[in-house]
């Protein structure tokens, strides 16, 4: 008799996108800027500014300015560089006592920054996750067509912050689970722009293995985070806040405003950091489902994901390089520009590939009824 088939998805930007034109990436970064010029009082130089410091962190020598993970993320790289210089200062004569005391001011502003730039971004996506689509039910249509299909695990890896696909999958009552433990508190205190406590909720810790109940069907995780996820910055411990918590408090707009006790636990970094960051946890857990669930499944659904980011095409090359026999995959992309060479070469695929390889380019939307989905679908 045969297994029942598992589906492995990979879900980037673009499957945002099809639920709200809120979230392109030149959406989010226009609110990222206008904010920061609001700030500032400079309504032309914030953006200059910005971009001159991710042209010196980022190492591909390309900024896109429509690009706010480049932009908000060179801080990041920044904060950590100005720890490293303190400390050599604190280390030679020539430093002093007062030079790293002043290059650590220097560092606390940068990763203010970046905590405002964090908020900034964060309570955008919120609110675009918060807005109705006419798209969401024709993408319910292709959700419910992966129910039928697949019998088995249905595994999805959202590369996105947003909360669409949850939403998704508890508006279609589909059993499932994420990386929250359905037991256990985590204590989160919820302050506002002032420091002030407003009230504490008590989250769900995060998964520290991969325990998921065998009777979830479906399976999420968030390799790069999510607006749920929230660290204790007391005691480092990582919890799921209550998405009714997101919407009460303003959480995200206290960021880089005031030392809170807690920080969501989210990617939003340039391409070298995020090489790093996805090292440490709880994202390298949700890596490792992702590579899990590349391994156990002969399908793989790529939705709105551009293959720019080496830290998930490594992880499909080394899944696609340690199997047996080579999967079906879908690649779901809207227009011309990602050609389908530029999927081979970045998973790393060697030999014919007609058979086993589907772009479609048509958006997710109707992709259920197309008939590259059919092959897949064989």
Not at 41 to 50: A, C, I, K, N
Not at 93 to 118: D, Q, Y
Not at 324 to 342: C, Q
Request: glycine residues 8%.
């Amino acid at each position: 008799m045969d297994q029942p088939r598992n589906l492995a998805v990979i879900a980037g930007n673009g499957l945002s996108i099809a639920f709200s034109k809120e979230l392109l990436l030149n959406k989010i970064t226009e609110r990222l800027v206008a904010e920061f010029d609001a700030l500032s009082g400079d309504e032309t130089g914030v953006l200059g500014t910005l971009r001159n410091l991710a042209d010196r962190i980022e190492d591909n020598g390309t900024i896109d300015e429509n690009d706010f993970e480049q932009l908000v993320g060179s801080f990041e790289s920044q904060a950590a560089l100005l720890s490293d210089l303190a400390e050599l200062a604190a280390l030679l004569p020539e430093g002093g006592t007062a030079l790293p005391a002043a290059i650590e001011e220097v560092r606390n502003f940068t990763s203010k920054v970046l905590s405002r730039g964090t908020g900034i971004v964060l309570k955008t996506i919120l609110e675009a996750s918060d807005s109705y689509s006419e798209s969401a039910e024709n993408i319910n249509k292709l959700f419910r067509e992966i129910d039928n299909c697949f019998a088995g695990t249905v595994t999805f890896a959202n590369l996105n912050y947003d909360i669409l696909v949850l939403k998704t999958l508890l508006g279609l009552r589909f059993t499932m689970c994420d990386m929250g433990k359905g037991y256990g508190n985590v204590k989160l205190s919820i302050m506002n722009d002032r420091g002030e406590l407003l009230t504490n909720y008590s989250g769900k810790p995060l998964r520290t293995s991969l325990d998921f109940p065998e009777q979830a069907k479906f399976r999420l995780v968030h390799p790069h985070g999510s607006l749920t996820y929230w660290k204790n910055t007391e005691t480092g411990v990582i919890g799921k806040v209550p998405i009714e918590a997101l919407r009460s408090h303003d959480l995200f707009s206290s960021l880089g405003a005031s030392e809170g006790k807690i920080r969501p636990a989210v990617v939003l970094a340039n391409s070298r950091e995020k090489q790093k960051r996805v090292k440490e946890y709880p994202f390298n857990l949700a890596y490792q489902a992702m590579s899990e669930s590349l391994k156990s499944s002969d399908h793989w659904l790529i939705v709105g994901y551009s293959f720019r980011d080496e830290s998930v095409n490594s992880a499909l090359r080394i899944a696609l390089a340690n199997r047996k026999r080579k999967p079906m995959i879908l690649v779901s992309t809207f227009g011309d520009e990602l050609t389908k060479e530029m999927v081979l070469n970045e998973i790393g695929w060697d030999g014919p590939s007609i058979q086993n390889v589907y772009i479609d380019r048509g958006g997710v939307e109707g992709l259920e009824r197309r008939w590259d989905w059919n092959l897949f679908n064989l």
